[in-house]
C-alpha cells in the first residue's frame, strides 16, 4: 500500500513537468518510504547520543573519587570540568568545516574511535595534569558527534520525519544520564586496586574506561551504514546517492533495488563542483581547508541565513546556560537541603538562606575520606556519596524521558516556533521558582520541570537547525551553534562559581531572565522551511 501512495505520488509529480525516472532529494527520499532501515538507524543514532551523553556527564561521578586519589583541589576540579567544555568549544567549528567537505560519516567514524581511545587512555593517568590532558582531547572528539548526529539523522529522512526523528533521538541522551548514575553506582564502590609497573587501577578509572568500550562498539556497528545521500548530492555525487537510496528502498519495502522508482537524482541547486580531494599534498589539503572554510563562512554570511544563524546560536547559548548553570549546582543543593532536614527535621528553609548560612555549610560539608589501608595507598580512597544524589539524579531524568517522546509527537502537530518558544519560556519560570523553594520535595518537583521543558527545547533547536540551513552549509551551523551552547555552559559555570558567594539571588535570576529572553527570540524564528 505504502509503495503504491509512493508511486502515485511520484507519477502525479511527474505531471507537473518532472521528467519521467528524476527526482530532486525529497521526492526520492518519500519514494523509499520509512520502515526497517530508517528505524534501525534511529537506534544508531540513539546509541551515538548515549555515548556522548555518557561522556558529556562522567565527569560529576569520576570527580569525588579521582579528587582523594590524585589530590585535587576545588580549583583543580573545576579545570578538568572547563578543560572538557573548552575542548568541545574549539572542536565546533572544525569538525563542522569537515563534516561540510569531507562527509557526515567519515568525521562520525574517526572522532568517535578517537573518543574511546582516549577513554580508555585516560582511565591509565596517574597525576592531575595528564589527566587534564586526556579530559580535554575527549572533550575536542566527542564534539563533533554531538553536533553532526542531529545533521546525519535528518538527512536520511523526508520532511515530514526529519523533526520527529531528531527531536526522538534526543530521548537517548536523557537515557545516557538514567544509566550513567546507575552504572556509577554499581562501578564505583567495588573496591578495586591492582597496581602494575608504578600504574594504579581502581573503580573510578575502571569506569571511565568503561564508558570508551561502547563508544568503540557503536563505531564498528556504524562502518555498515553509508553516507548521507543528501550530502552526496550537494556534492554533486548523484550516482553514489541513487545507490544508497535504491538499497534504502530495498530495505524497507522488501522489493527489489531495481523497482525504486527513481532512476536519475537531479543535482542539488547548489553543488560543490571543487570536490577533487585525490593527490593532494599536505599544502593542498590545507589550501582546500581554508577556501571550505571561506566558502562556507561566506554562505552563512549572505541573508538570510546569517539572520537565522545568530538567532539559533543566541538560543541555544541562553538554553545551554540555564541548562547547565542550574544543572551542576543542583547536586550540591539537593546534599544541603538534606543535610539540613537531617538536622533539623521540622524546619523549613529557603535557597539563599541554605547557602548564606555558615553552620549550614558547615553541615553539609562531607566527612573527610577514609583511607582503607595504609596511608599512603591513595587509591583506596572511598568517598561517601550520598545515595540521594543518585536517586534524584535519576528521578529529573526519568522525567525529562516525556519531554523527548511529547516532542517527537508534536512535531508535526504544532508550528516550528511553539515549542521552543512555549518550552524556555515554561523553562525561565521555573528557573525562577527555584528561589522560593523551601524543602528538597518541593526543589526536586520544580526541578523536575525545568529539566523537562529546558531539555525538549535543546533538542527542537536541533532539529530546527537542520530544517532551517542548506545542505551545504548545515553541519557548519549545527556546530557553530553547538559551539555557542557550550560557550554558554562555560559562561553560567563562571558566573555561579564569582557570583554565589556575593548574592545567590543573583546567579539564580540570571539563568531565568536568560531563559526567557531565549523563548522570546524563539519568536523570530521562520515559519517556514527558507
Known amino acids: 500500500m505504502v509503495n503504491q501512495i509512493a508511486s502515485l505520488s511520484f ?18 527520499i518519500k519514494l523509499c518510504g520509512y520502515g526497517r532501515f530508517h528505524y534501525c538507524f534511529l537506534f544508531l543514532c540513539g546509541a551515538m547520543f548515549i555515548c556522548v551523553g555518557c561522556q558529556n556527564g562522567i565527569n560529576a561521578y569520576i570527580l569525588p573519587s579521582a579528587e582523594c586519589d590524585l589530590n585535587l583541589s576545588s580549583e583543580q576540579k573545576g579545570l578538568l570540568n572547563v578543560s572538557f567544555l573548552v575542548g568541545g568549544v574549539i572542536s565546533s567549528l572544525f569538525w563542522g568545516v569537515f563534516a561540510d567537505a569531507y562527509g557526515r560519516r567519515y568525521i562520525l567514524l574517526l572522532t568517535m574511535l578517537f573518543d574511546s581511545i582516549l577513554s580508555i587512555g585516560g582511565s591509565l593517568s596517574q597525576s592531575f595534569q595528564v589527566l587534564l590532558i586526556f579530559r580535554a582531547l575527549n572533550g575536542f572528539f566527542i564534539g563533533a558527534p554531538g553536533s553532526l548526529i542531529y545533521t546525519y539523522l535528518g538527512e536520511f529522512h523526508a520532511e515530514k520525519q526529519r523533526v ?16 550513567l548514575p546507575g552504572l556509577a553506582w554499581i562501578i564505583i564502590p567495588l573496591p578495586i586496586s591492582l597496581q602494575f609497573n608504578g600504574i594504579l587501577y581502581n573503580s573510578w578509572r575502571l569506569f571511565l574506561a568503561m564508558i570508551g568500550i561502547p563508544t568503540l562498539m557503536v563505531t564498528l556497528v556504524a562502518t555498515r551504514y553509508p553516507e548521507s545521500p543528501k550530502f552526496l548530492i550537494s556534492q554533486g555525487k548523484t550516482e553514489e546517492a541513487l545507490a544508497i537510496l535504491r538499497k534504502i528502498f530495498a530495505i524497507n519495502t522488501g522489493q527489489h533495488e531495481d523497482e525504486y522508482p527513481v532512476k536519475i537524482l537531479l543535482p542539488d541547486d547548489t553543488v560543490n563542483t571543487s570536490n577533487n580531494k585525490t593527490a593532494l599534498s599536505g599544502s593542498g589539503i590545507l589550501t ?25 546560536w543566541a538560543i541555544y547559548f541562553t538554553n545551554m546556560f540555564g541548562y547547565y548553570g542550574l544543572g551542576l549546582w543542583l547536586p550540591e543543593l539537593f546534599n544541603r537541603f538534606e543535610n539540613y532536614h537531617n538536622q533539623y527535621p521540622n524546619r523549613t528553609v529557603s535557597v539563599c538562606r541554605l547557602m548564606h548560612e555558615t553552620d549550614l555549610q558547615r553541615i553539609a560539608t562531607p566527612p573527610p575520606n577514609i583511607l582503607v589501608e595504609s596511608p599512603t595507598a ?13 536517586i534524584n539524579s535519576l528521578t529529573i531524568n526519568a522525567f525529562c524521558l516525556l519531554g523527548n517522546i511529547a516532542s517527537g509527537y508534536l512535531a508535526n502537530r504544532v508550528g516550528r516556533r511553539t515549542m521552543p518558544v512555549t518550552t524556555m519560556l515554561l523553562a525561565g519560570a521555573f528557573g525562577f521558582g527555584i528561589y522560593f523553594v523551601r524543602s528538597s520535595l518541593q526543589i526536586l518537583i520544580v526541578t523536575c520541570l525545568f529539566s523537562l521543558t529546558i531539555v525538549t527545547a535543546n533538542f527542537v533547536m536541533g532539529s530546527i537547525v537542520v530544517d532551517i540551513f542548506p545542505t551545504r552549509v548545515g553541519a557548519v551551523a549545527m556546530c557553530m551553534m553547538t559551539c555557542f551552547g557550550r560557550i554558554g555552559a562555560i559562561a553560567s559555570n563562571l558566573a555561579f562559581g564569582m557570583l554565589l558567594d556575593i548574592s545567590c539571588e543573583v546567579p539564580i535570576f540570571l539563568v531565568g531572565g536568560l531563559v526567557i529572553l531565549g523563548g522570546l527570540l524563539a519568536l523570530m524564528l521562520p515559519r517556514k522551511k527558507s
Open 164 to 179: 520527529k526523528s531528531i527531536c526522538y533521538v534526543g530521548f537517548f541522551w536523557t537515557l545516557s544520564w538514567l544509566i
Open 378 to 390: 591513595m587509591s583506596n580512597c572511598s568517598p561517601n556519596m550520598d545515595k540521594m544524589v543518585f
Open 11 to 28: 507519477s502525479v509529480e511527474n505531471n507537473h513537468g518532472g521528467k519521467e525516472g528524476t527526482a530532486d532529494f525529497e521526492k526520492a
Open 288 to 312: 582546500e581547508l581554508l577556501k571550505n572554510i571561506w566558502q562556507q563562512m561566506r554562505s552563512l554570511a549572505s541573508p538570510p541565513l546569517l539572520q537565522y544563524a545568530l538567532l539559533t
